[in-house]
């Protein structure tokens, strides 16, 4: 039963897929807008599992400050410009589409980007520090960044956007910690470790997969009608992806040790799309939620290729090095 509930975490990258075309397969056929109801609350639920164990102390931990100052400069400064030449460029006739990139650039990091950083073997506390920073920081400074970079293309309400992140990040973060001294009174940190919080992910997959159905599925007879605003979506996305990756790659290689490197890549190249999803669709709308689900069919298949050839420019590099 646990390897059939973790089946759609783990195979993330079929099951978001098969979520998009059973959405446009059942939304051409069916109205389910009724399904948008829901969304705000199955949001928490979906990001309150990702917040059980953050540990908020990281934030004071002062020994990765060069790291977290040069991540926090990419992640508020050249992917939010990266995502408005873009939007610029490409989305200024789908201005939902824009505000969907803007919201994937304003929330960096999140559980993946501590779960990757260890794949690849790197800084681990220094990642922990980077997702707790990036994740309140983000938050903060979404609402006022939406205004700046997408104020006049769409309708920003900095309410509406204030109460939704105050709803689905900082509510879900109080919730996690709690539960989390509860469970520390029951159990180890090394049983939760192995026996609680790898499953915790499985919860928040149900939840995004609600969410991109839902989103799909009530955008599906445009989809089908407009289908190239599908491919320009996608396009976008993957030149986001490829800009942020190679910049952030090159930038850790030229200024860190690989284990600090490999950080600095995962701490800003990827985003929060758990907790973009569910502001995009509850402030903005279906179009605006799409853009964040397409990033699913990007964002985790670049960190698996970083994982796996990250270690070998540092192995040409210290080559190169002995050889001189």
Known sequence: MKTLFMLPNRKIVFTIPITIILGILVGSQYDTKFLKDYVLIVSILMVYPLMIGLKVSEVFNLKYMKLLKLALVINFTFIPLVAYLLGCTFLQTEPDLFAGLAIVALLPTGNMTIAFTMLAKGNVPASIQLTVVGLLSGALLAPWYLLAMVGKYVPVDIVIIMQTILLVVFVPLLAGLITYQLIMKKVTEQTFKEK?????????????????????????????????????????????????????????????????????????????????????????????????????????????????????????????????
């Not at 790659?249 to 284990?259: A, D, H, I, K, Q």
């Not at 669709?281 to 964002?299: D, E, Y």
């Open 196 to 324: 609680i919080k790898p499953i915790l992910p499985g919860f928040t997959a149900y939840g995004m997969i609600y969410i991109i159905f839902t989103s799909i599925s009530i955008n599906a007879n445009r989809i089908l009608a407009d289908w190239h605003l599908l491919v320009v979506a996608i396009g976008v996305l993957l030149a986001f992806y490829i800009i942020n990756f190679s910049f952030s790659l090159w930038l850790g290689y030229r200024t860190f040790p690989r284990e600090n490197g490999i950080t600095l890549v995962y701490g800003t190249a990827l985003r929060n799309l758990s907790i973009g999803l569910g502001i995009a669709v509850t402030a903005f709308g279906a179009n605006a939620a799409l853009m964040v689900a397409l990033c699913f069919l990007f964002q985790q298949q670049f960190a698996i290729l970083l994982a796996k050839y990250h270690g070998k420019l540092y192995e040409e590099k210290a080559s190169k090095t002995n050889a001189e």
